[in-house]
């Protein structure tokens, strides 16, 4: 079954507090939510600077998997993570063994995104009432390591091995509680799994709660660690993972290429700081852009196919439009799912061409998982 999950945004290349006093109207009132950080951990860039520089420069993160013995799986491959240290995130190292990489991953970018938003809740000098920041970061697996860990212990040497902190490293939702402990963030938390849509599900919801006047600012995304021996097992087995170019990994993703077969699993997270702009502005901080809209649908097709006709996806970009007051022809740019897989990257750009129609034709597509890979809960 396919969730889709739209969300829009609006970019101006002199987006400035001025501009703002153009009003947009929304289903819950005028305030607009802007974004004012920027947090990512990536198999091509553990900082947003050499993220974005490498998926501009077309840098890929795929490689052989060297993090279990994949010699028995049909793919081999994956965008694994690599250089990164988790003690540089957490306020006690002890937090390290009590939680799932996924967590890891998630604390990183949140603490990244805060920096790169001037917002510490914990120093002295915070004048940002934490009660009304918020966390939402979802995750489709959630602590799949520590879970097939757990499973040994319990198979190989009874209950007594396994460790008291497996419940909550499993949970797809600890990712969220995590963060607000180690950043001090008290406003609404929880966690979303939607699969391939979680991210932008959170962003999505993050804007509702915003506009909706329950905090001034979230920090909302999603984070993965999903490179594990069942993830593969089950992907392989169900036939979704490209297993042509396992001599060839930097090439095996390749969405709406005819040479696609089938997506190239990988791992990180994304975190963005969200904030009212009434409250951005108070504080003096910079504005990449607004997120203007959010939408969501469900196919009710196939518990992994998505509809053929791309209905769902059309009504979900057209109800994101419909909430951010952006016609169609105005679209410029679109960050597709783009998975590298046969059904979706065509009944994705079937979806699009319903949507925008001889617009379509002028817009620019592209997906950066041919150099990230798919990160699945964290893809946004």
């Given at each position: 079954?396919?969730?889709?999950?739209?969300?829009?945004?609006?970019?101006?290349?002199?987006?400035?507090?001025?501009?703002?006093?153009?009003?947009?109207?929304?289903?819950?009132?005028?305030?607009?939510?802007?974004?004012?950080?920027?947090?990512?951990?990536?198999?091509?860039?553990?900082?947003?600077?050499?993220?974005?520089?490498?998926?501009?420069?077309?840098?890929?993160?795929?490689?052989?998997?060297?993090?279990?013995?994949?010699?028995?799986?049909?793919?081999?491959?994956?965008?694994?993570?690599?250089?990164?240290?988790?003690?540089?995130?957490?306020?006690?190292?002890?937090?390290?063994?009590?939680?799932?990489?996924?967590?890891?991953?998630?604390?990183?970018?949140?603490?990244?995104?805060?920096?790169?938003?001037?917002?510490?809740?914990?120093?002295?000098?915070?004048?940002?009432?934490?009660?009304?920041?918020?966390?939402?970061?979802?995750?489709?697996?959630?602590?799949?390591?520590?879970?097939?860990?757990?499973?040994?212990?319990?198979?190989?040497?009874?209950?007594?091995?396994?460790?008291?902190?497996?419940?909550?490293?499993?949970?797809?939702?600890?990712?969220?509680?995590?963060?607000?402990?180690?950043?001090?963030?008290k406003g609404p938390n929880f966690g979303v799994q939607t699969a391939c849509a979680t991210a932008t599900h959170a962003l999505g919801e993050a804007l509702r709660l915003l506009r909706n006047g329950d905090a001034d600012v979230f920090l909302a995304g999603g984070s993965e660690a999903p490179l594990t021996p069942l993830s593969f097992a089950g992907f392989c087995n169900l036939m979704a993972m490209n297993t042509n170019f396992n001599d060839n990994p930097t090439k095996a993703s390749r969405p709406f290429d005819n040479k696609r077969g089938g997506f190239v699993m990988?791992?990180?997270?994304?975190?963005?700081?969200?904030?009212?702009?009434?409250?951005?502005?108070?504080?003096?901080?910079?504005?990449?852009?607004?997120?203007?809209?959010?939408?969501?649908?469900?196919?009710?097709?196939?518990?992994?196919?998505?509809?053929?006709?791309?209905?769902?996806?059309?009504?979900?970009?057209?109800?994101?439009?419909?909430?951010?007051?952006?016609?169609?022809?105005?679209?410029?740019?679109?960050?597709?799912?783009?998975?590298?897989?046969?059904?979706?990257?065509?009944?994705?750009?079937?979806?699009?061409?319903?949507?925008?129609?001889?617009?379509?034709?002028?817009?620019?597509?592209?997906?950066?998982?041919?150099?990230?890979?798919?990160?699945?809960?964290?893809?946004?």
């Open positions: 079954m396919n969730i889709n999950i739209i969300n829009s945004f609006y970019f101006n290349n002199k987006y400035n507090h001025k501009l703002f006093k153009m009003s947009l109207q929304s289903q819950y009132n005028n305030e607009k939510i802007v974004v004012t950080g920027l947090g990512v951990i990536s198999p091509v860039g553990l900082t947003v600077p050499v993220f974005f520089d490498n998926i501009c420069n077309g840098v890929s993160g795929i490689s052989s998997i060297k993090r279990f013995d994949s010699n028995p799986f049909k793919c081999q491959i994956g965008g694994e993570i690599n250089g990164f240290d988790p003690k540089s995130y957490y306020k006690s190292k002890k937090k390290i063994k009590q939680n799932d990489l996924y967590c890891h991953y998630a604390v990183a970018a949140s603490h990244l995104a805060l920096q790169d938003a001037n917002i510490d809740l914990l120093s002295e000098s915070n004048t940002i009432d934490s009660t009304r920041v918020g966390v939402i970061i979802g995750s489709a697996f959630g602590g799949m390591d520590s879970f097939e860990k757990a499973v040994l212990d319990l198979s190989q040497n009874g209950p007594s091995a396994v460790g008291p902190y497996t419940i909550p490293m499993i949970l797809g939702n600890t990712a969220a509680g995590i963060v607000a402990m180690e950043t001090g963030a990988s791992e990180g997270a994304g975190v963005l700081v969200l904030e009212t702009l009434s409250h951005a502005v108070k504080r003096g901080a910079k504005v990449y852009c607004e997120l203007a809209g959010y939408g969501a649908s469900c196919d009710a097709y196939h518990i992994t196919s998505p509809d053929p006709q791309g209905d769902g996806l059309r009504r979900a970009i057209l109800a994101s439009l419909r909430d951010g007051n952006i016609r169609p022809d105005e679209v410029q740019y679109v960050n597709a799912h783009g998975t590298s897989t046969k059904k979706n990257d065509l009944f994705e750009t079937i979806a699009y061409k319903e949507t925008f129609g001889e617009h379509a034709k002028k817009l620019r597509i592209s997906s950066i998982k041919g150099v990230t890979g798919h990160s699945l809960g964290a893809a946004g």
